[in-house]
């Protein structure tokens, strides 16, 4: 009898195991919750495409058994646009830490946003630029330490819900690695969402935030992480918080049904040739 | 000599990153702008620790990208600013338009490289692919050996940088990981002060200001586009004598200076082995056992890589029966691949030397290279040279084809 090592072990590159992923890191969190979504749905598995770029996010293609592109730092976005627009049957998903996402890819998610392309964008928001040892992002909240902000960052960071909700994403939502479950719902919403959807995951990274900001083990991040994350429901974007110190709003913030960038483009297309008839 | 005394140093245990970040801090630069990659990180976070501890007075800019880190240090420099950053690979490619601005511009800025590969596939390991690429954007590109070579090329970078006669920017390059991240004894100087009696602070280039209004980089049409482009290639000129000539004064001010090539055992050998970077340490290494095995080879490293230093290759290549050159990167479609291969033939054959040239491709994507693969590669070189054989394509030392 051939040992099945986890009931999902057909969308895992068994393989690749162990992860480069640090004990207590909540990147693993989301990738079980987000292939639980995937099994639930019972989306065919060879109709899915992850995009990453770098960052210990982006590794996320090595580990799931999806085809997938591991791409250059901030340019995942527009990969899966291209995938996108050549296979619009697939669902393309990205996946990318908040450095990848929000600063040197921060123009993509704008204007993906924007156009409301049919891509799903997963942002593992740690705080830092983990992989290279601890840099300060510009999530950083105020009153925590990186490495190159000893003494605390020098901007106010981003929140990354207000930013894609003001750009134009018709699904925005923050969950953190303390609600697995509810992080599985979110996907599910997500990858059958049309348009543009962007889900924000705060999690923990223990080995770079953690000793930085004084928590001596995993848990005790997670617990703080736990704590000021406060489910809000029936509330917009704006009416959100991102403070270490007080609260970073959990929850469903946009769902919201507008045309696609390729219906979009697709319309003007028709429009055009039908247009052009007339003439002749 | 008086000077020499005078100069005090502390001998700390640095990794040639930390070693950058010292040189910064020494030549007391007003602004650092960067953006994280491997290998180059530590160089930044070392220099954001000075200036949070008060020892750097100078700005640091967090920036978003690596396109915003070379172009934030324009800015600067453009307003007068002593203005550095540091990079690595990909970051560099993503400079790769900005890295045009700053020399267009005349800009006297200064950037360390931890040079690494090239995506895709991703690497974040060690060679030279992403330096070399920057052949053509005019700037002046130094290659160190060691992390006490780094030190002291990071201060003779900004007076190359900023003399007058030359006013482009620098950078200063050296291998990601086998030297970024390894430590080595390096002397700093033990006050910023006496760094700044060799590279004074002064603004020798033309800055922007408000009050006498001015607009850099504005559109060139045909009719002045080609001068403007050809001054550059009259401060390369001039920068391969000024590069030599900071060599110097930093020798008689600090007492350590290294020349353009620095070389072992090269007169009266069978052959000689011409490289960068530091996998000249392997080769000083193999001495030995390239010797037990009764070949004469002399080893020979390459400080200066833009403005080529044809002299001094010349000079090498005169007193050698055959050069071996060693490459750590890849010049993709043509048969003899190795950047430093490609320059060094141009230059001999322009001259009409006509000795073998042995071009190995190693290191690609940090590929071990220890002595033995130095040994051997001396060998095989010095049996085509007795054969009186000559090679028409780089040898890709060590791949599994």
Known sequence: MELELHPLEKYIRTEKMPTTWCPGCGIGTEAQAFIRAVDELKIDPKKIVIVSGIGCTGRMPHYLRFDGAHVLHGRAIPVAIGIKLARPDLKVVVWGGDGDILSIGGNHLIHAARRNADITVIMNNNFIYGLTGGQVAPTTPKDTLTYTSPYGPDSKPFDAVKIAAAAGATYVARWSTAYPVLLKESFKKALQHRGFSFIEIISQCPEIFGRINGFKDPYGLYQKIRKIGQIRRGIGPFETKYDWNEEITLGEFVNKDEPTYLEQLSQIIKEAQESGQDEA | ?401
């Open chain 2, 1 to 401: 000599m008086e000077e020499l005394t005078k100069v005090e140093w502390v001998r700390l245990p640095l990794s040639t990153n930390y070693a950058v970040a010292y040189a910064a801090k020494d030549a007391d630069i007003d602004i650092v702008s960067a953006y994280p990659i491997t290998p180059q990180t530590t160089v930044v976070e070392k220099l954001s620790e000075f200036i949070a501890n008060g020892e750097l007075k100078a700005q640091m800019i967090h920036v978003e990208s690596e396109h915003s880190a070379l172009s934030a240090a324009i800015g600067a420099s453009a307003m007068g600013a002593r203005a550095f950053t540091a990079t690595a690979s990909q970051g560099l490619e993503l400079m790769h338009e900005v890295l045009h601005i700053a020399s267009g511009l005349r800009l006297p800025i200064v950037m360390s490289v931890a040079a690494r590969a090239l995506s895709a596939p991703i690497s974040i390991w060690g060679d030279y692919t992403d330096l070399m690429n920057t052949r053509d954007t005019s700037w002046v590109v130094l290659i160190a050996g060691s992390a006490q070579e780094a030190y002291d090329s990071v201060l003779q970078a900004y007076k190359i940088a900023e003399d007058s006669r030359v006013l482009l920017p620098v950078m200063v390059g050296y291998d990601g990981f086998l030297m970024s991240h390894t430590y080595e004894p390096v002397s700093v100087l033990a006050n910023s002060g006496a760094a700044l009696r060799y590279i004074p602070k002064k603004v020798t280039w033309a800055t922007l200001n408000p009050e006498r209004p001015i607009t850099v980089g504005a559109m060139a049409n045909p009719d002045w586009y080609y001068e403007i482009k050809y001054q550059q290639v009259e401060a390369m000129k001039a920068a391969y004598e000024v590069v030599k000539e900071a060599d110097a004064e930093y020798g008689r001010t600090f007492g350590r200076s290294y020349g353009i090539i620095e070389e072992t055992d090269t007169d009266g050998s069978d052959l000689n082995v011409l490289t960068y970077g530091g996998i000249y340490g392997t080769l000083l290494e193999s001495s030995e056992i390239i010797r037990k095995n009764g070949i004469k080879a002399g080893f020979a490293r390459l400080r200066l890589f833009r403005p080529f230093p044809y002299e001094e290759v010349l000079k090498l290549a005169e007193k050698s029966s055959a050069l071996v050159v060693l490459d750590r990167a890849i010049t993709y479609g043509m048969p003899i691949a190795g950047p430093l291969a490609r320059e060094v033939i141009s230059v001999l054959y322009s001259h009409g030397i006509n000795i073998p040239v042995y071009n190995f491709i190693v290191g690609i994507g940090q590929r071990s290279f220890t002595e033995n693969d130095a040994l051997k590669v001396v060998s095989a070189s010095f049996e085509m040279l007795k054969r009186g054989q000559k090679i028409d394509e780089s040898i890709y030392w060590g791949v599994r084809e």
